[in-house]
């Protein structure tokens, strides 16, 4: 008989499905960038590559729900905004004005959202 109380499970809510979908589109969208803003074979490979790799580095080390640097919500803050504003311009500069600013406005509420989730927590 186990008399231990179980731990709760974390809740997956709408924002959350949303922002996880943000941030692969993100990441996609900084490869799709290098590749096609630039000419092939170099810088296009090493920025289609290294662009979503150092998005991916940052987004693990200081977003990511098991992030290996713990801290607070405005460098969190910050280290989303780089992100997310980096894959808005990037489809501004593709050519994609509409793409960018749905894409700016969609990561902007979902951040306000998010963000006033984990001050209150």
Same mark, same amino acid.
């Given at each position: 008989?186990? +008399?231990?109380?179980?731990?709760?499970?974390?809740?997956?809510?709408?924002? +959350?499905?949303?922002?996880?979908?943000?941030? =692969?589109?993100? =990441?996609?969208?900084?490869?799709?960038?290098?590749?096609?803003?630039?000419?092939?074979?170099?810088?296009?490979?090493?920025?289609?590559?290294?662009?979503?790799?150092?998005?991916?580095?940052?987004?693990?080390?200081?977003?990511?729900?098991? &992030?290996?640097?713990?801290?607070?919500?405005?460098?969190?803050?910050?280290?989303?905004? &780089?992100?997310?504003?980096? &894959?808005?311009?990037?489809?501004?500069?593709?050519?994609?004005?509409?793409?960018?600013?749905?894409?700016?406005?969609? &990561?902007?509420?979902?951040? =306000?959202?998010?963000?006033?989730?984990?001050?209150?927590?």
């Amino acid at each position: 008989m186990n +008399d231990a109380t179980p731990a709760p499970e974390p809740k997956v809510g709408l924002n +959350d499905l949303v922002r996880f979908l943000l941030e =692969i589109f993100a =990441i996609v969208t900084l490869g799709i960038f290098g590749f096609t803003a630039f000419d092939l074979p170099w810088p296009g490979i090493l920025l289609g590559i290294g662009l979503p790799a150092l998005a991916i580095l940052l987004w693990g080390l200081f977003r990511s729900p098991k &992030a290996v640097f713990h801290v607070d919500a405005f460098v969190k803050a910050l280290v989303e905004i &780089a992100v997310f504003s980096t &894959a808005a311009i990037a489809w501004w500069l593709m050519g994609q004005p509409v793409v960018a600013v749905v894409f700016a406005v969609v &990561a902007a509420v979902s951040g =306000i959202i998010n963000g006033r989730r984990e001050l209150s927590s």
